[in-house]
Each structure stands twice: as C-alpha cells, then as structure tokens.
C-alpha cells in the first residue's frame, strides 16, 4: 500500500492545511466504484466525476452530451467506491443556466454522495457560486479551458496566452474567490499564469495543464493510465513504467504530484 494512502476522510479543511504547508495533493476523475476504491486507497485526496465521461466513457467528442442523469448514476458508482477522499462531481452543460435548476441539481448531486460541485466560467457563474455557497453547498469553479464552451472557444485550446486574457482571467479567478469558491481549476493556461493566479488566491488551485506550480493536479484517469484515444502535451502515461499495474501508475502519479516532478518542463504551455 502506498505511502501516501488516505487515512482518513478528506475535506476541504484538509486541503487548505495542504496548502498552507506549501505541500501538493492529487485529484483524479473517477466514474465508477472500483476505480474510486483504487484511486482512495492510493492515497488519491479528490475524485472527481467529471463531464469528461461524455468523451472517455461515453465516445462523444465533446462533454456537451452529458445529462444530470449521466452525473447522478457515475457519482452513485464513485460515492459506493470511495475510501475516504473528497468526492467532487460536474454540474453538466447547461444544467445551472438559471437559479432553480443550479439548486435543484447541485442538491441532487449532493444527495448522492458528492461533497461539492464543479462549474465552468468566469465571472458570469459569480452569482451562481454565491447562490450555491450561501446554501451550504461546497463550489470549484472551472477557468480556463472551459470544456463545455468548446464551440464558443472554437477548440480545445490554450487560454490565456495574451496579456489581456491573462489578465482577465485573473480578474475573475479572484471575483469567483470573493463569491465563494472554495477551489478553482485551471486547465490549459501559461504556467506562469497558473503560478501568478496560485500566488494571489487564498484558496486550492488545481491544475491541469497549467505548470507545476499550483497548489494540485489533476488528470482524467483514462490519459494516467493511456487509453485515451488522444494524448494533449500536458498528459504523462505513468501505466507505461508502472511496476504493479495499474494501482502502481496510480501510486507514481500520487508520488509525482506530491514531489513535484509531475508535470515535468515538457508538460507545460508558455
Ligand atoms: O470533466 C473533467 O474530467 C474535468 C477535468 C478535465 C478537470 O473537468
């Protein structure tokens, strides 16, 4: 068993003391409950049922497919798995585009076992992350690479290269911190931008695709073990050189994170 295995319940009190230790910790997606038993047991401290489970479980090329049914039954699966870390899930695409519906599903999200939500924007999801804070309901706010914007973005590309949209991503990472976010995710953004946004918050961030520097990683657990059909720069294969399958690609990605040798110089945008 690893070194680094949870030993007990991780909350977000967990994760701040992390953070304020100036140390790292390793989130994974999960979407069923075996994998969420391996991946806690490991020493994994956030399982997250991600969207992404419309491209790697479902075979869609974007997240947009994924229904509120879809989020309910894979949190169900991960909650019955879980050993004790912090069971994140993904409001789906536009399933928090008014105040009823964002409170009807993140409570059903809650319902089954998720200890916060996920939703992706700036600072159009800041009353939306106000809402759901006041009523007791844990928030990580996705910036960045906003998967479900995808054809608003035209791409799956790298944000926030130019100094204007750096600087507007800033500005929004703190608004959503001043709402109530309790931790932000950026995906594919200049690492130094990663490291500038880390620096100012006082919340966890995670990362994916944004550089070493911030407070965690995160990967989709279908590119950890590589069977994603596609590999973007920022994704290592750590089943490759694993010694004990796949509980040892888990074990070294909990063990790179944690002393920061993942990601590596290659796995970042500048
Ligand atoms: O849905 C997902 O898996 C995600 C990760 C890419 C962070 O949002």
Redesign the pocket.
Known sequence: MSSHKTSRNVSLATLQNIKQRGEKFACL?AYDACFASILSETGVEVL?V???LGMVLQGHDS?LPVTMDDMIYHTQCVKRGNKGALLMA?LPFMSYASETQTLENAAALMRVGAHMV?LEGGAWISNTTKLLAERGIPVCA?MGLT?QSVNRIGGFHVQGRDTGQAQLIIEEAQLLQESGANIL?L?CVPRKLAKTITELLEIPVIG?GAGPDTTAQ?M?LHDVLGVSPITPKFVKNFLNDSDNGIPGAIKAYVKAVKEQTFPAEEHCFR
Request: aromatic share 0%; no cysteine; proline share 7%.
């Open positions: 997606t997250l991600g969207d992404s997240t993904d996920k996705h998967p995710l995906e994916i995160i989709v």
